[in-house]
């Protein structure tokens, strides 16, 4: 059975400091994984999504790596504004029908 | 870009009584995905359709039933609810399934209290 699990639960840092986010899951055969962000009560935003084939997606200040062999994935926020303060979630697809088997989330405060 | 529509957007509801939730998908997309997010947790799959037929189920209660209908749209069906069905419920589209490595876009969820 496949377990997504993320480390930390929570981060606070101080504005402009770069900072990772860590993911990893039990079972390494996958189809892809996406990091996703949820505001409190909102709805969920996909940020990035890495097919199992590929190795890291980048978009903006944010770059994902995947090693599946491993079983591991890293979010890599560059230069931390007040506004990336949100849950960030990572999720695997590791059947054919595409359920997201989601990890519970790093909470992240960004203070100016 | 038209994204996913979930109706209504709260809902607030006794326990025992019933309840409906509806998804729209993105235009195109066969695939709808049903998820359940309790306060302070990560979201749990219940059901997923593909053209029309059920293509797998999670966690779902047998007091909830879905399908999904000939213009794609789905609806989750929540019978006898109880205190513990209080959640947001997320539905996602996508355009094939696992194999189509395609990504799931999420609709802005219903948020179900049950009083």
């Known amino acids: 059975k496949q377990e997504v699990t993320q480390i930390p639960a929570a981060l606070s840092v101080p504005e402009g400091e770069n900072l990772v986010l860590n993911c990893s899951f039990t079972d390494s055969a996958i189809y892809n994984l996406q990091w996703f962000r949820q505001d409190p009560g909102k709805g969920l935003t996909s940020l990035l999504l890495i097919q199992s084939s590929q190795r890291e997606q980048t978009s903006g200040r944010l770059n994902a790596s995947l090693d599946k062999s491993s079983g591991r994935s890293t979010l890599y926020i560059a230069a931390s504004q007040p506004g990336d303060s949100a849950t960030y979630l990572c999720a695997v697809i590791s059947s054919n029908t595409g359920k997201l088997i989601f990890g519970q989330g790093t909470t992240l405060q960004v203070k100016p | 870009a038209a994204g996913v529509i979930q109706s209504p957007r709260h809902l607030i509801k006794e326990k025992r009584e019933t309840a409906t939730l509806k998804c729209y998908p993105i235009?195109?997309?066969?695939?709808v995905y049903w998820y359940q997010q309790g306060p302070g947790q990560d979201p749990q799959f219940l059901i997923s359709?593909?053209?029309?037929?059920?293509?797998d189920k999670g966690s779902i209660p047998d007091r909830f039933s879905a399908q999904q209908f000939s213009d794609y749209h789905s609806e989750l069906n929540m019978s006898s609810l109880e205190l513990g069905d209080s959640a947001l419920y997320f539905c996602?589209?996508?355009?094939?399934?696992?194999?189509?490595?395609?990504?799931?876009?999420f609709g802005p969820g219903t948020r179900l209290t049950v009083l």
């Open positions: 359709f593909y053209e029309k037929m059920q293509s």
């Open positions: 235009p195109r997309h066969d695939t």
């Open positions: 996602a589209s996508s355009l094939g399934q696992g194999w189509s490595k395609d990504t799931q876009y």
